[in-house]
């Protein structure tokens, strides 16, 4: 299958994972313990867009705030609006990321990693393995929890519990 | 240098295949032959591409093989672009009608000729246009194939993986929500076609 049928046809699975992510992250005290990366928080910030979904005309609405958990964004999932970007705060110990997820791609929008202790005149190499190494933990968060939401939606738990779970979430947000 | 300093945007790429035998020999020349080298002063060239210095984007020299940070390659991409302002173009381009009207005595001009003077005014003016510069950087975890970059215009993205490829020649495929399920499955032994029965939720309340 060409790259765009696959990506076209497999577009839900981010998305998805955005709403899961959300309702996961307001549900357990933003707390994920993710065995070798530690334990993490993670919250969805003040921004969600999301996105009519169909033949119809694409429609995307933005919601903003911090109002009792974005019932307005929870609300759209009702009409079938899909999540297709969030604003997304990470803590790991006294460290903290922000960035923006973008659920057609995994990419990272405006990323924020904690502050660089090295010093580019100093030690410029010294810089660069920080930086990077700070960029690339945000990333392997979000990939062990993608992985644990794609694990969980093929096992049995996910239609016994989990998605029982997730829609009485969502229905409590209207 | 947005990747050290600042936010960042970032896609991920896998690279295709294994590196070469030879890349630690082989990539400082293929480097060099793709490094950034400047547009010309006073030509009409409108675009130039290629590999600076990821700590420094003056520097395309990469003398001391400085983008080599085991186990990484790390670069800016350095696009150059002179582009000439539309205003300027069609304030000119009316000045040098006007002026070939009254030199030929006519009225009127052609389509095919007013495309001519439309087509000098703009080469004369990109001569005197300033190029405008950016930089994405983008770091190769050679051992896991990974490349992130340090955009998510798809545009872009799609010119920076051809340029990679003329570089390296390496595929880069984009990373995308299925192609890392399907690894993560595949890491852990599991059948990946089980992803192909999964179905997009849906919350609509008459559904429920």
Sequence with gaps: ?174 | MSIILGSINLTRFSVEGPLPDHYMEEFPGRIARHAFRKLREDSTEERAVGWVNIMEMLDSEFGGKEFFKDPYIAMSWRVDERKVPGKALKLHLREAELEIKRAENVQYLSKARLQEIKERVRLQLLRRTIPNSSVYDMVWHLPLGVVIFGSVSSRLCDEFAEFFFKTFDLRLHSIFPYSLAHKCLEDDGVGTDLLDDLYPLSFQTEKW
């Design chain 1, 1 to 174: 299958m060409v790259l765009l049928e696959r990506l076209r046809q497999s577009e839900f699975l981010g998305r998805d994972f955005l709403v899961w992510l959300w309702f996961k992250s307001e549900t357990n005290g933003g707390e994920f313990d993710l065995g070798e990366l530690g334990r993490i928080e993670l919250r969805f910030g003040r921004k969600i867009k999301l996105q009519a979904e169909g033949d119809r005309a694409t429609e995307t609405i933005t919601c903003a705030g911090h109002a009792p958990h974005m019932k307005e964004a929870r609300f759209a999932l009702t009409v079938d609006k899909k999540v297709t970007e969030a604003e997304i705060t990470l803590t790991i110990g006294k460290d903290l990321w922000s960035f923006v997820l973008d659920a057609k791609w995994m990419n990272f929008k405006s990323l924020k990693t904690p502050k660089v202790v090295q010093d580019k005149n100093d030690d410029p190499d010294g810089l660069f393995y920080e930086k990077i190494f700070l960029v690339e933990k945000a990333i392997s968060v979000v990939d062990a929890l993608y992985f644990s939401y794609v694990k969980l939606r093929l096992s049995p738990q996910w239609g016994n519990e989990e998605r029982p779970q997730l829609i009485r979430w969502i229905r409590e947000g209207r």
